[in-house]
């Protein structure tokens, strides 16, 4: 069996500017990086006034090690929407180098469907996610600054909020002691790191309308405290220009191929469990704009990314999906039923049939936005007639269609039945979109309504110093804003080991953080930590440049 990065490299990819042609933008707001990937200048594309094409949302069930296929998924049917003759473009997030050298591997999908150039796209890319690193810790070193030289704004160094990030997973860095050594390194206090995926200048980057929106944001971030309470922002440092400069160029969307020569814009990244998920909302307007079908992805299960797209994304950009497509596969559900990994391998239906309930909790989860819903059965070679047969009839006894595809094999080949389902859906006008809570509700309120309505739990623990922060955070004006709920991405709980779809069980709220450029307030989880770290054995110890000066393992 071929690996993807050999599908990858035989494949004959389009000069960026025929792919741009494609969309019908012109070769002045092309700007190249390279033969096969682009920064578009947004200011020269022209749109076709009043349209906006369909919005089409892929998640997923919960993930398992077994594999479910979002974005391998996302790209088959963009593929297929195309084959069908239907102008479609793709809009996801840019991968993050934490998985790629830990445990996930890649994000530019598998087999015959994904976006390329792989390796470009897996690593550094067009530099989007090294800006906002800079941006990031700039404001750190102009607040420490500011602090070291007088600190005219009184901040109280106990109550800094604001830590440093890296693009990497380093767990030494979670909790830190910094400006040790002697008076001319500053003040020495607590602090730590967090992965870049979950900065709030990378939310920011995915959420602004436009660059004087981006700088407006940025200006609002909350980085400290005074002793009296009173909030410190990069505004009050002056630190907001100079970050905007530094995300000048990043804010512009990517431009790149699938391997049948689709366009796909790629840009920003954040994580579904740690942030909001969802790529870029100029990105995904601007697909809108060129294209008559958009499809995008939403991180990891329906729980985390597609509640967030739907609470935080369209609540703050004003965009309405029309369809959602909830992918599957036999092995995955097999393991919420209960059989290890090392046992997929044969057939157990019964096995099938008890892990359904976390695909029929998703399908009613979704169905509770108002958002006509599609299965896409991500076939392995193993599966089963009659564990297929499974995943269908639960789905139809939700009122779902189930779609057996088999785009990692045959890429937009194989998923047309998917795309017909979904266009059909879709030109239908069924959707009648709206978030799950409302903007009024106390922010407590709409933690536990997540809570309660998606994860099924009976409620949320909170210390008391949780609550008044958050009642003070509502004195202060933000109690408008939506709730990003930052959670194991494995199940309903705040339990990784606990999988299917379990009632009864209570979300332990541990930490809350406001991103107030960002226009959302953070409730930290259970156990998850903002910086992963590395497992036992990382993807990094099988990577390297080959003989022939190619690079291996990278997957």
């Not at 002691?177 to 939310?203: K, L």
């Amino acid at each position: 069996m071929q690996t993807d990065i050999a599908i990858s490299r035989a494949a004959t990819l389009l000069p960026i500017g025929q792919v741009a042609d494609r969309l019908g933008i012109s070769p002045d707001a092309v700007e190249p990086y390279g033969r096969f990937k682009a920064k578009l200048d947004l200011s020269r594309i022209e749109r076709r006034p009043g349209h906006r094409g369909k919005l089409i949302l892929v998640t997923a069930i919960n993930p398992t090690p077994a594999g479910e296929g979002k974005t391998t998924t996302s790209v088959g049917l963009a593929d297929a929407l195309n084959r069908t003759g239907r102008h479609t473009v793709l809009a996801l997030r840019e991968p993050s180098l934490g998985p790629c050298f830990g445990t996930k591997g890649g994000a530019t999908g598998g087999g015959h469907a994904q976006v390329v150039p792989m390796e470009d796209i897996n690593l550094h890319f067009t530099g989007d996610f090294h800006a906002i690193t800079a941006a990031h810790n700039l404001l750190a070193a102009m607040l420490d600054n500011h602090i070291h030289w007088g600190n005219a704004l009184d901040i109280d160094v106990r109550r800094v909020v604001w830590r440093r990030v890296l693009d990497v997973n380093d767990r030494a860095l979670r909790d830190i002691v910094q400006s040790i050594g002697g008076v001319a390194n500053g003040f020495p206090r607590e602090s730590g790191f967090d992965i870049t995926v979950a900065s709030e200048v990378m939310a920011i980057l995915c959420l602004a309308e436009n660059l004087t929106d981006l700088e407006a944001r940025l200006g609002r971030i909350i980085v400290a405290y005074t002793r009296d309470r009173g909030a410190i922002t990069a505004r009050d440092l002056k630190a907001d220009g100079a970050m905007a400069v530094l995300l000048k160029e990043a804010i512009k969307p990517n431009l790149v191929q699938t391997l049948e020569g689709n366009p796909a814009l790629i840009h920003g990244g954040p994580f579904a469990n740690i942030a909001h998920g969802c790529n870029s909302v100029i990105a995904t307007r601007t697909a809108l704009a060129l294209g008559d079908y958009v499809v995008t992805e939403a991180g990891f299960g329906a729980d985390l990314g597609a509640e967030k797209f739907f609470d935080i994304k369209c609540r703050q950009s004003g965009l309405s999906p029309s369809v959602t497509v909830l992918v599957a596969t036999v092995r995955a559900l097999k393991m919420n039923g209960g059989v290890a990994k090392a046992d997929l391998a044969g057939e157990d239906v019964d096995a099938v049939r008890r892990g359904s309930v976390n695909l029929v909790r998703h399908l009613e989860n979704i169905r509770a936005f108002g958002v006509p819903v599609v299965v896409a059965i991500n076939h392995f070679a193993g599966d089963t007639e009659a564990e297929i047969a499974v995943v269908r009839d639960a789905a139809a006894e939700q009122g779902a269609a189930a779609i057996l595809c088999r785009h990692w094999a045959d890429g937009g080949a194989g998923a047309v039945d998917l795309a017909d389902a979904v266009a059909k859906l879709a030109d239908a006008d069924l959707a009648q979109f709206a978030p799950i809570y409302r903007d009024d509700m106390p922010l407590f309120d709409k933690i536990e309504t997540v809570a309660r309505r998606i994860y099924r739990a009976d409620g949320v623990t909170a210390d008391a110093k949780i609550s008044a922060q958050l009642a003070r955070w509502e004195a202060e004006g933000f109690g408008l804003l939506p709730v990003c709920m930052a959670k194991t991405q494995y199940g309903f709980t705040a339990d990784p080991a606990v999988l299917g779809a379990p009632t009864g069980h209570v979300i332990p709220v541990r930490e809350v953080r406001l991103a107030a450029g960002a226009g959302f307030v953070v409730a930290i989880c259970g156990d998850l930590m903002t910086m992963p770290g590395l497992p036992r054995v990382p993807a990094a110890e099988h990577i390297r440049i080959g003989a022939d000066g190619e690079i291996v393992g990278l997957s």
